[in-house]
């Protein structure tokens, strides 16, 4: 693995590069969540990156600007520059690796950053893999501020004298700026609300897997033609609270997305 900054010099994108270990003519460029997410997913896109890259299929991970070891403050990480950072993040991928197919993966708010991207139809871009997309962008901040809410009381309720809980019920424009101490800007939360992510499975310029969770996948029959629709293979409760390191490696999952991923390539 090598780890580097891409991009141009006022927009420095953190990557890491995963040779493959055998022959092949496809490569890879996973897309992490947003936010707290990104961390809990850290060790999954890493297990893919080196189970592909066995499978002799050159990986690239990035953090888009904005988040993670990239340049850049949470409060300036927008879809419109994340779409961008994909699209710089392949030009990238596809001179180092010198591969005459690319994949997408991305996970989460990744996975919608993707569907944008592929719009531009760069070029070498042969299928998404998009896992989980938010569907429901309303929804999705919704669920970061109440569980954002419940934390703060759980941890600093009682020692803070903070009734966040109450605060919420009080004012609805309360706790919509940030989640688990990561800021989400306005121009975030209006992209994220704004368009029928649904819909927008439909006209995909590139043929797309999606792997999401089974309850879902009757609400887009007939919405995302251009799409495949996978059934998840386990549940993952991408913003739950959990022990010790707040990573994840949902096995079930990564074996999926791994197999899903190969077969794109090929």
């Given at each position: 693995?090598?780890?580097?900054?891409?991009?141009?010099?006022?927009?420095?994108?953190?990557?890491?590069?995963?040779?493959?270990?055998?022959?092949?003519?496809?490569?890879?460029?996973?897309?992490?969540?947003?936010?707290?997410?990104?961390?809990?997913?850290h060790r999954l896109l890493r297990v893919l990156a080196e189970r592909?890259?066995?499978?002799?299929?050159?990986?690239?991970?990035?953090?888009?600007?904005?988040?993670?070891?990239?340049l850049g403050n949470d409060e300036q990480l927008d879809l419109a520059?994340?779409?961008?950072?994909?699209?710089?993040?392949?030009?990238?991928?596809?001179?180092?690796?010198?591969?005459?197919?690319?994949?997408?993966?991305?996970?989460?708010?990744?996975?919608?950053?993707?569907?944008?991207?592929?719009?531009?139809?760069?070029?070498?871009?042969?299928?998404?893999?998009?896992?989980?997309?938010?569907?429901?962008?309303?929804?999705?901040?919704?669920?970061?501020?109440?569980?954002?809410?419940?934390?703060?009381?759980?941890?600093?309720?009682?020692?803070?004298?903070?009734?966040?809980?109450?605060?919420?019920?009080?004012?609805?424009?309360?706790?919509?700026?940030?989640?688990?101490?990561?800021?989400?800007?306005?121009?975030?939360?209006?992209?994220?609300?704004?368009?029928?992510?649904?819909?927008?499975?439909?006209?995909?310029?590139?043929?797309?897997?999606?792997?999401?969770?089974?309850?879902?996948?009757?609400?887009?029959?007939?919405?995302?033609?251009?799409?495949?629709?996978?059934?998840?293979?386990?549940?993952?409760?991408?913003?739950?609270?959990?022990?010790?390191?707040?990573?994840?490696?949902?096995?079930?999952?990564?074996?999926?997305?791994?197999?899903?991923?190969?077969?794109?390539?090929?």
């Amino acid at each position: 693995m090598t780890p580097l900054y891409i991009g141009t010099p006022n927009r420095r994108l953190y990557a890491c590069l995963h040779p493959a270990e055998a022959t092949g003519s496809a490569a890879v460029l996973l897309c992490p969540p947003f936010g707290f997410e990104m961390v809990r997913a850290h060790r999954l896109l890493r297990v893919l990156a080196e189970r592909l890259a066995r499978n002799g299929i050159a990986v690239m991970r990035f953090d888009p600007y904005g988040a993670g070891d990239s340049l850049g403050n949470d409060e300036q990480l927008d879809l419109a520059g994340w779409q961008s950072d994909v699209l710089t993040a392949h030009e990238h991928l596809a001179a180092w690796s010198g591969r005459s197919r690319i994949v997408w993966m991305g996970l989460r708010l990744g996975a919608n950053a993707c569907m944008l991207a592929a719009s531009a139809a760069p070029p070498a871009l042969r299928r998404l893999v998009l896992c989980e997309p938010i569907l429901d962008g309303a929804a999705y901040l919704d669920e970061l501020r109440r569980r954002h809410v419940a934390m703060l009381d759980a941890e600093l309720g009682q020692m803070a004298h903070i009734d966040a809980a109450g605060r919420a019920a009080r004012d609805p424009e309360a706790f919509r700026d940030e989640a688990f101490g990561i800021a989400i800007s306005g121009a975030l939360r209006r992209e994220l609300i704004e368009p029928d992510w649904r819909a927008l499975l439909g006209p995909l310029a590139t043929q797309a897997s999606v792997v999401l969770d089974e309850a879902a996948i009757p609400g887009l029959k007939g919405r995302a033609e251009s799409a495949r629709l996978l059934a998840a293979a386990e549940p993952v409760d991408w913003p739950a609270d959990i022990p010790e390191d707040g990573t994840l490696l949902p096995g079930k999952l990564a074996a999926q997305l791994t197999r899903e991923i190969t077969d794109a390539c090929a």
